[in-house]
Nanobody
Framework: QVQLVESGGGLVQAGGSLRLSCAAS????????MDWYRQAPGKQRELVATITSGGSTNYADSVKGRFTISRDNAKNTLYLQMNSLKPEDTAVYYC??????????WGQGTQVTVSS
């Protein structure tokens, strides 16, 4: 049974920082691509950051230079360090995992609210 459990969300003032975590089980974590997505009220879910099994990363333009995605394969955990947060970063953040020819999975999401 695959489980992706996000944590670390909360309420923070603009300019502040949060670190999200995603604990994974039931998957071959070290060989899966891991992503963070977010969905703001009334908007489509969007890709925020990706990290491959080899550690290559990619970011949405809106978060480049402020967010850092990382993974700890020994702990089966994905992270998203978010700095210099802005009100427009307010959203539910989701952990997502996939690899070619296999099913993709989503976590339940964690709310991030940035006040101005």
């Amino acid at each position: 049974q695959v489980q992706l459990v996000e944590s670390g969300g909360g309420l923070v003032q603009a300019g502040g920082s949060l670190r999200l975590s995603c604990a994974a089980s039931g998957i071959s974590f070290s060989i899966n691509v891991m992503d963070w997505y977010r969905q703001a009220p009334g908007k489509q879910r969007e890709l925020v950051a990706t990290i491959t099994s080899g550690g290559s990363t990619n970011y949405a333009d809106s978060v480049k230079g402020r967010f850092t995605i990382s993974r700890d394969n020994a702990k089966n955990t994905l992270y998203l360090q978010m700095n210099s947060l802005k009100p427009e970063d307010t959203a539910v953040y989701y952990c997502h995992t996939w690899r070619p020819s296999y099913d993709a999975y989503w976590g339940q999401g964690t709310q991030v609210t940035v006040s101005s």
